[in-house]
């Protein structure tokens, strides 16, 4: 703790100007609890210093992470709170990419892996001779693609332990001398020192999520950005729009939730079984919704210039506007997707008019791709958040209008999680219908 407050207090007296030999450090300073509040946003060295934190005492006996959350939140003071519980949610996330089966999936999601090679393959030019970042590289396939058409240096980066095999499959292809590998976090003093002062020509990296915020990895992207890529740089992929449709299809939902199964267990109605609230009345889902399932317009209500967003305004709410396809008699659930694109520098394509699943064809600049319901399923699926039981029924009018709000904000506990809330108003066959929700995915 005291630490902490003489970081902050040094850092404060260097922004007010004080002359370094002049700064004197009392005990009354260290006693001090204004100097716990980070004088630095996202100061790294407070974030690493998280591994300096005292553990619980043992007499707690926690059981599980959420206990341990608890207990750890009645001890430390809030601004606290944050540095240490990221460093263990950390752990585990990083743990989470260690292995050959998640980058398998991610690498056999064609929609995905093409998307960024077909990018970089067809705009070799941009990537020939300069310096460019791979920001969460894993086994390093998009270093190796950027290598493959001339970059002429690659910083491959990467927290997991998967950063090993990066570097083994990196020179098992003749590519180490081209791509360098930096296992550590991209915020960290050590990465900062390996990668050195100069700035890179362009930032790759595959930090999507579900519901595209999920893992709040776009976070790190950022932050790189902001540490690393040169004025006018390229960040890859350069956009990304969330979409959000209505859903109304009974059975599908009742198959998903498990209603189906349980009303009917060998002719018994073993609906207790789903006391304590289906899994979709609380939880974001993940799916492949059927395209049948969507009833109204597709709506895009949020679009992210990863090249000009700030951190702050990943938390934030949006309107929507759908229309209705077609008479429904209940609205079920709403779907969430997000839209990739990769515009090359000073585009000024327009990412909404244009049929996304055959992005190009019409002339448009760059590549795309979607994860929405319409295309070839991805890994991502779609987000999905159901109304509860009790509130689907609500009939809506073929042409009418639903709109709303969506709001997305970290998981206050979980800065890797996400809460989405959905406001809606709508016409339906009796007079004015309206409702609200709010999921969460942690
Ligand atoms: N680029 C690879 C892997 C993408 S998955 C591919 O396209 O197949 C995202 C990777 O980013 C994971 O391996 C994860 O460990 C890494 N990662 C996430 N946040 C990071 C951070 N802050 N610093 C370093 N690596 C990070």
Known sequence: ???????????????????????????????????????????????????????????????????????????????????????????????????????????????????????????AHLFKDKVVLDVGCGTGILSLFCARVGAKKVFAVDNSDIAVRAKQN????GYEGVVEVIQGKIEDFHTQRLIGSNKVDIIISEWMGYGLLFEGMLDSVLRARDLYLKKDGLMVPSHCTLRVAPVSDPAWIAEQTGEKFWTDVYGFDFSPMLAGGLLGERDIGVYDVPK?????????????DIANITVKELDFTASFESKLEKDIESLDAFAIWFDTFFLPP?????????????????????????????????????????????????????????????????????????????????????????????????
């Open 1 to 123: 703790m005291t630490v902490i407050k003489l970081v902050n207090f040094l850092r404060l007296e260097e922004r007010n100007g004080t002359d370094a030999s002049s700064i004197k450090v009392t005990p009354e300073i260290l006693q001090d609890d204004k100097y716990l509040q980070p004088t630095l946003e996202d100061d790294a060295l407070l974030f690493e210093m998280g591994d300096y934190l005292p553990d619980l005492p043992s007499d707690q006996n926690t059981r599980d992470y959420d206990d341990y959350e608890a207990a750890l939140s009645k001890q430390v003071p809030d601004d606290l709170e944050k540095v240490t519980i990221q460093n263990h949610r950390d752990t585990d996330y990083f743990d989470s990419y260690k292995g050959a089966g998640i980058h398998r999936e991610m690498i056999e999601d064609k929609i995905r892996t093409e998307g960024y090679r077909d990018f970089i393959e067809s705009h």
């Open 292 to 304: 049948s399932a969507i009833c109204g317009s597709p709506s895009t209500f949020y679009t992210i």
């Open 346 to 442: 000073g585009s000024k394509q327009d990412l909404e008019t244009p049929d996304i699943l055959s992005w190009g064809k019409n002339s448009e600049e760059g590549g795309a791709f979607s994860t929405g319901p319409f295309g070839t399923a991805t890994h991502w699926h779609q987000a999905v958040t159901m109304l509860k039981k009790e509130e689907r029924g609500q009939a809506l009018k073929a042409g009418s209008t639903l709109k709303g709000t969506i709001k997305y904000e970290k998981e206050r506990r979980d800065v890797r999680g996400i809460v989405v809330d959905i406001k809606w108003e709508g016409e339906g066959k009796n007079g004015p219908v309206s409702g609200t929700l709010s999921r969460v995915m942690a």
């Open 170 to 173: 990196i020179a098992r292809n």
